[in-house]
């Protein structure tokens, strides 16, 4: 079971657990997200990358809001992470909301790895993309699941969580990965284009840049 967000990390995540030779079930979250573009991504993404089924579910977080990326009201920040600080597009426990979902869909498939695009590197501050909260996951889902009682342990793989942007389109260029699919963007239009301005933006651009590849990102 593969989080795919139609960002670049998630793709990468993909096709590294394609190369490991597990047949890959992808699912993406609607959770209230400022745009549909990612989305849209992650539709080209696992097509591309040969999934082996893509799944969209609806999380209405935006009922609570709390984040930039899921309350209009709060604007997306584009002066770069502040070293120790929560950034403002931090969405309060997205990344545990939706590995819940993937622990259960995975059950139902009998599936037994669930793998998602932590980055604890290019950090920007989100507590759910520590090495810490990955085991702690997986301690629950070995905890809460039938699966796990009866004695077949689950796993939570976040393979690119201690690798650098520009390591992680290097992977994901190795392993074929189209990154001109994928869209970062916090900002992006409905088109998929990129602001260029916001710190994911920025984040990629450099990324690229330091990977020595060209980027193939579409800015407004």
Known sequence: MVLLSGGLDSATVLAMARADGFDCYALSVRYGQRHSAELDAAVRVAAQLGAASHRIVDVDLRAFGGSALTDDRLEVPTTGPVPGAIPVTYVPARNTVMLSLALGYAEVLNGRDLFYGANAVDYSGYPDCRPAFVEAFETLAN????????????????????LSKSEIIRMGAKLGVDFSLTVSC????????ACGACDACVIRRTGFADAGLPDPTRYA
């Open 143 to 162: 905890l809460a699941t039938r699966a796990g009682v009866e004695g077949h342990r689950l796993r939570v793989h976040a393979p690119i969580i201690a």
């Open 186 to 193: 916090y900002r992006a239009g409905n088109d998929g284009a």
